[in-house]
Each structure stands twice: as structure tokens, then as C-alpha cells.
């Protein structure tokens, strides 16, 4: 588990390379499935702060299917061709062919700064279709798929990011970790649970720190509970990583990286937005998605933000209960209206 302090960094801290990017300040936004679309990745660009920002994990098998025929591209590749770089997509599959096709593509049609593959996902849906956290008990076919995929998309990156293992008898981190770096990934992610684990415990930093030990010289982004820039600058100076990621944290707080960031500079931690300024965030998000989505899908959508930009905040529980019932755009200003004060 990762603790706090010290504050700041006490040397300041290196920007990671994957392949010829490179991330400064190396703090990376993590892929979260129906979060990490287009909007949020706007707002966590505004506040700054992250090196390497990346989207929903995609179905390479789905990318394949829908680019063939006239529905055009998956819904979660909203915004990749136009938004600023860097920027990082992430598939899933366990077809070495299709992944290295869609990594072929993400790379050349939508120049994209870096591929991901997913190797992490517990859910029950993707380990059924014997990909995500799955593939963990496989060290030699993660290899495989990584060296096809390396191949088809260079010269652009091709990272990897995966758990400890599918449960803590099979924890398999260090032989898969070890696959990836000999079959050319330009850096690895390590979620410090086995899949079993879910989101329960705390991660296991110091298991990441050892995984660090065993590679050549691939670099290593550890992620897990990192959710203060303390806990950032704890998990450079304690466990050696040569970079982190941050994901839930980010829903609540997306300028964490900024706070993050300084701090790795061994500078104060700036102040974070006051209500005013959060609540002219969250009807700026709520734009952006009705303005994709419509208003019914939009508002829909946009419940799940707005209860984590109120996480740990006075009256939640109500701005919860009464936010998860919109379905029009005034309904939903008039329920942040009270409870977020106007600027
Ligand atoms: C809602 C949600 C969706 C996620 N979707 C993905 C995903 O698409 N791809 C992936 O590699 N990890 C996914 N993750 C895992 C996160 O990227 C990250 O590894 C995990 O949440 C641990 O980091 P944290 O403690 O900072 O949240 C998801 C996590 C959450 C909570």
C-alpha cells in the first residue's frame, strides 16, 4: 500500500519514455470503460497535470466488425482522431491477427501516440471471452500477441498493462511481465491486485516494486490507490516506478494530476477549484455529453460523473439520490443548482 509523505519530491523526478513519447510529467490518466471518453479527457486536459492521457479500452474484434461496414467506428473512439496528443488507446482481444490489424490501424489511419493492449480486465464478459486478466495465465501467448501487435503498429508504441495475476494462487506478474519486455513493449502498467481481488484490499505496491527488479529495461507505470500527490511522490521515491497511473481518483478529482505534477516538482501543491468553480466544471461536462449523446442518453450518462464530482462532499447523499432520477437538462441544473453553490 502506498502511504502519504513525504509532501514533495525530494529530487525531482525523471519524464518516462515509451518508445520515442516522451511523458513529462510522467502521471498518466488510467483507461476507465464508460468514463475516459472524449469530454472527460477535455477536462482532464484543461486542468493539466498528465503526461499521457488515454480512452476506453475498445473491442479490437468490435473495431474490426463496424470499421467493415457503413456503421463507421466504435462509439468509445469518439474524439481520437482530432483531440491534442498524446494520446493512448487501449484494446482487448486475445486474437493475436485481430489485435495486430487494429493496432495497424489505431497506429497509421488514426496516428495514435501510443497502442495499449489490455491484459488487467476482470470482468466476467471479457474473461468469458478468455481475454483481459485471462490471458495473465498465459505468459507465453501475452507474448506472443504483444511481439505480432510491436510488429504491426511500429514505429508507434505498443504498451501493455495488466494485473498481478488471476488470483493470489496464480499470481503470474513476473513471468508475464518479463513476455512483454522480450516480445518489445516500450513500458508496462502493473495494477498491484490479482483479478480475483477486483477493486477489494489495497494494492500491493511492494509486489510492483519487485517486478521493477526483474526487467532489463522496459519501464514500469505502477497503479493502484493512488489518490493524493503525496501518495505519487511516496510511489516514486519508495517503489522505484518510472511512472503511475491514476485512475478513480481522476473522477472525483481530475485536477489531481495538476496537484500530482507540482509536487513531483517539489513545488507547493496548488489550491484545488473552489464550488463555484466545481460546478461550473460539471455543467460544462454535462454540455459536452448532451451535446453528443442527446438530451435523455446524455443526462443518463451524465449521473455517473456528477455523483463522483460530489464524492465526499456536504448533502451528497441527497444531490445522489435526486441526480440519479434526471432525464432533462433542466432537471439536471436544477439539482446542481441546489446543492453547488453559484459562483
Ligand atoms: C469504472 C472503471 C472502468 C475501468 N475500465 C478499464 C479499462 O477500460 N481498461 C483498463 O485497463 N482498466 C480499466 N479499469 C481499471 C483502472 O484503469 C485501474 O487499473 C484501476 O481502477 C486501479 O487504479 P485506481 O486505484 O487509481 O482506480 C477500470 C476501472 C474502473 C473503476
Not at 468490435?62 to 457503413?70: A, D, I, L
Not at 506478474?173 to 513493449?185: D, K, L, T, Y
Not at 517486478?211 to 529495461?217: E, R
Given at each position: 500500500m502506498v502511504t502519504n509523505r513525504p509532501r514533495t519530491a525530494s529530487a525531482p523526478v525523471k519524464a518516462l519514455r515509451i518508445g520515442a513519447l516522451v511523458v513529462d510529467p510522467p502521471i498518466l490518466q488510467a483507461p476507465m470503460a464508460g468514463f475516459t471518453n472524449f469530454a472527460f479527457r477535455r477536462i482532464v486536459r484543461e486542468f493539466g497535470g498528465a503526461g499521457l492521457l488515454a480512452t476506453e479500452m475498445i473491442s479490437a474484434e468490435?473495431?474490426?466488425?463496424?470499421?467493415?461496414?457503413?456503421?463507421?467506428a466504435p462509439a468509445r473512439l469518439w474524439g481520437v482522431k482530432d483531440e491534442p496528443r498524446p494520446l493512448a488507446v487501449q484494446m482487448w482481444d486475445n486474437d493475436e491477427a485481430t489485435l495486430a490489424e487494429v493496432g495497424r490501424r489505431l497506429a497509421g489511419e488514426y496516428g495514435v501516440s501510443v497502442v495499449d493492449i489490455n491484459f488487467g480486465c476482470p470482468v466476467k464478459r471479457i474473461c468469458d471471452a478468455h481475454s483481459g486478466s485471462y490471458l495473465l495465465s498465459e505468459p507465453a501467448r501475452v507474448g506472443r500477441i504483444v511481439e505480432r501487435v510491436v510488429q504491426a503498429c511500429a514505429p508507434t508504441p505498443v504498451t501493455a498493462k495488466i494485473r498481478l495475476g488471476c488470483s493470489h494462487k496464480n499470481v503470474t506478474?513476473?513471468?508475464?511481465?518479463?513476455?512483454?519486455?522480450?516480445?518489445?513493449?516500450a513500458a508496462l502498467t502493473v495494477h498491484g491486485r490479482v483479478a480475483e481481488d477486483y477493486f477489494k484490499g489495497s494494492a500491493d505496491w511492494d509486489r510492483i516494486a519487485a517486478?521493477?527488479?526483474?526487467?532489463?529495461?522496459m519501464p514500469l507505470i505502477g497503479n493502484g490507490d493512488l489518490d493524493s500527490a503525496e501518495k505519487v511522490v511516496a510511489a516514486f521515491e519508495r517503489y522505484g516506478v518510472d511512472g503511475v497511473m491514476i485512475a478513480r481518483a481522476a473522477l472525483t478529482r481530475p485536477w489531481?494530476?495538476?496537484?500530482?505534477?507540482?509536487?513531483?516538482?517539489?513545488e507547493p501543491v496548488p489550491p484545488a477549484p473552489d464550488l463555484a468553480e466545481q460546478r461550473a466544471l460539471m455543467l460544462r461536462h454535462h454540455e459536452q455529453i448532451v451535446e453528443r449523446f442527446g438530451?435523455?442518453?446524455?443526462?443518463?450518462?451524465?449521473r455517473r460523473y456528477a455523483c463522483n464530482y460530489a464524492q465526499g462532499k456536504r448533502g451528497a447523499v441527497a444531490f445522489r439520490r435526486y441526480i440519479n432520477r434526471v432525464v432533462t437538462n433542466d432537471e439536471f441544473r436544477r439539482v446542481v443548482d441546489e446543492y453547488f453553490p453559484r459562483a
Open positions: 468490435g473495431f474490426v466488425r463496424m470499421t467493415g461496414g457503413v456503421k463507421g506478474a513476473f513471468e508475464v511481465a518479463r513476455a512483454v519486455e522480450a516480445a518489445g513493449a517486478i521493477k527488479t526483474k526487467l532489463d529495461k489531481l494530476f495538476r496537484e500530482a505534477a507540482a509536487a513531483l516538482r517539489g438530451e435523455q442518453r446524455g443526462n443518463v450518462l451524465m
